[in-house]
């Protein structure tokens, strides 16, 4: 190595990322309750499913009525909470379309 060579920095340049605290705090909340109402929704298909094929009990059918419609209070609440609305859950995902079917 040449003294008269500037000394060069061996670390990677990091980038910094400002992030305004509230809009991530939004957003995460935004993805998480997506999931959330995505699955909601496919356990509420799949109830129904299998109500109309018989394999459940008039007690699970009951189970599982309370336990959707209590999961969908706790949804709007927390909708609520976060100052999001239904169809700010249902995420664009570009050329496939909308995450969650409209009648959502």
């Known amino acids: 190595m040449d003294p008269s060579e500037p000394v060069r920095e061996t670390r990677p340049n990091r980038l910094r990322l400002e992030a305004d605290r509230d809009a991530v705090e939004r957003d995460l909340s935004r993805l998480v309750l997506t999931?959330?109402?995505l699955v909601?929704?496919?356990?509420?298909?799949q109830s129904l499913r299998r109500m109309e094929q018989g394999d459940l009990t008039e007690e699970q059918i009951e189970t599982l009525g309370l336990t959707l419609m209590r999961l969908d209070e706790s949804m709007?609440?927390?909708?609520e909470r976060f100052d999001l609305s239904?169809?700010?859950l249902n995420i664009d995902l570009g050329p496939l379309g909308p995450l969650l079917p409209k009648d959502s």
């Open 86 to 88: 239904p169809s700010d």
């Open 35 to 37: 999931l959330v109402e």
């Open 76 to 79: 709007t609440e927390l909708c």
């Open 40 to 45: 909601r929704q496919l356990v509420e298909r």
